[in-house]
T-cell receptor, first 111, second 113 residues
Framework: NAGVTQTPKFQVLKTGQSMTLQCAQDMNHEYMSWYRQDPGMGLRLIHY???????DQGEVPNGYNVSRSTTEDFPLRLLSAAPSQTSVYFCASGTGNQPQHFGDGTRLSIL | GQNIDQPTEMTATEGAIVQINCTYQTSGFNGLFWYQQHAGEAPTFLSY????GLEEKGRFSSFLSRSKGYSYLLLKELQMKDSASYLC??????????????FGGGTRLMVKP
């Protein structure tokens, strides 16, 4: 039981490049979400999903896309990377009223 | 809008007790969570309050007053390993909306010998 797995752990991109951050969970959780964490600002919700085929926007969705084709996977796509998207990205999953489980994060730098 | 406030930094001495406060103003309320996050690591769940009162779990306790929009996390018998950030988060949707959370900025606790 690996929990929530995020890849890659580190990534450096140039402005304008696109990439996909991967997130997978093996706990059969219906809820999955993406947060970004910036210094002094806590975790902010980007997108979330309440089940396969269903996604919705969070607090800071601009510049990001998501899809949820299976229960296990919830990739986050940066369409055209910008320096403002330099951050640490956390994926989380949960079920019912239980607390969310977080992945180890992806540290992304945009030059 | 949603507003969750907690102190940015706190310092305490090994063996002592420290209380980290959190105040919130949210459009709804369906539970308050405390997470611990060591530098460079993922947040890990500490405690959950949905009703008023104190929840105790070993050295850690969490208190909630819904009428005051107020919670605190109490850490007893502080250890050096307790040096971390402590995140207060509110689930503000009655319909659960995927169990999503709104986080405060976090309190960085430094424990000194």
């Amino acid at each position: 039981n690996a929990g929530v797995t995020q890849t890659p752990k580190f990534q450096v991109l140039k402005t304008g490049q696109s990439m996909t951050l991967q997130c997978a969970q093996d706990m059969n959780h219906e809820y999955m979400s993406w947060y970004r964490q910036d210094p002094g600002m806590g975790l902010r919700l980007i997108h979330y999903s309440v089940g396969a085929g269903i996604t919705d926007q969070g607090e800071v969705p601009n510049g990001y896309n998501v899809s949820r084709s299976t229960t296990e996977d919830f990739p986050l796509r940066l369409l055209s990377a910008a320096p403002s998207q330099t951050s640490v990205y956390f994926c989380a999953s949960g079920t019912g009223n239980q607390p969310q489980h977080f992945g180890d994060g992806t540290r992304l730098s945009i030059l | 809008g949603q507003n969750i406030d907690q102190p940015t930094e706190m310092t305490a001495t090994e063996g002592a007790i420290v209380q980290i406060n959190c105040t919130y103003q949210t459009s709804g309320f369906n539970g308050l969570f405390w997470y611990q996050q060591h530098a460079g690591e993922a947040p890990t769940f500490l405690s959950y309050n949905v009703l008023d009162g104190l929840e105790e779990k070993g050295r850690f306790s969490s208190f909630l007053s819904r009428s005051k929009g107020y919670s605190y996390l109490l850490l007893k018998e502080l250890q050096m390993k307790d040096s971390a950030s402590y995140l207060c988060a509110v689930r503000d949707r009655e319909d659960n909306a995927g169990n999503m959370l709104t986080f405060g900025g976090g309190t960085r606790l430094m424990v000194k010998p």
